[in-house]
């Protein structure tokens, strides 16, 4: 299993940034999928989650309303759409994935987005 985040970058304040992750897992949609970020000093927190057919997602209070989750089960892509960004979301953020019967866990290696005027 292999999962590559794409689409950090430098973004202004209430801006823009989608984040895309593409597995290799199959069959893809027996896999939870999953959005941490990091900063530095800080444990890795969940942002968002998504079970397997996309039927459900969870996202944290603190970007509720702003970062919606989504999957694309035919393209095994994972996305994250990050609005109104302010500077606090500046953190590394990483896409994981979890089996739904081995509970097994798959992580990229993480991708930078700066919020920053």
């Known amino acids: 299993v292999s999962v590559a985040e794409a689409g950090g970058g430098l973004a202004e304040p209430g801006g823009f940034v989608t984040l895309s992750c593409k597995c290799s897992?199959?069959?893809?949609?027996?896999?939870?999928a999953r959005w941490h970020r990091q900063t530095p000093g800080k444990e890795r927190e969940l942002v968002a989650c998504?079970?397997?057919?996309?039927?459900?997602?969870r996202i944290v209070d603190s970007v509720k309303g702003r970062f919606p989750i989504s999957r694309d089960n035919d393209r095994d892509l994972v996305s994250l759409d990050m609005n109104s960004l302010n500077p606090e979301d500046t953190a590394v953020y990483y896409c994981?994935?979890?089996?739904?019967?081995?509970?097994?866990?798959?992580w990229g290696q993480g991708t930078q987005v700066t919020v920053s005027s």
């Open positions: 897992a199959v069959p893809f949609d027996e896999y939870h």
């Open positions: 998504i079970t397997g057919d996309g039927n459900n997602a």
């Open positions: 994981g994935l979890q089996g739904m019967s081995s509970r097994k866990e798959f």
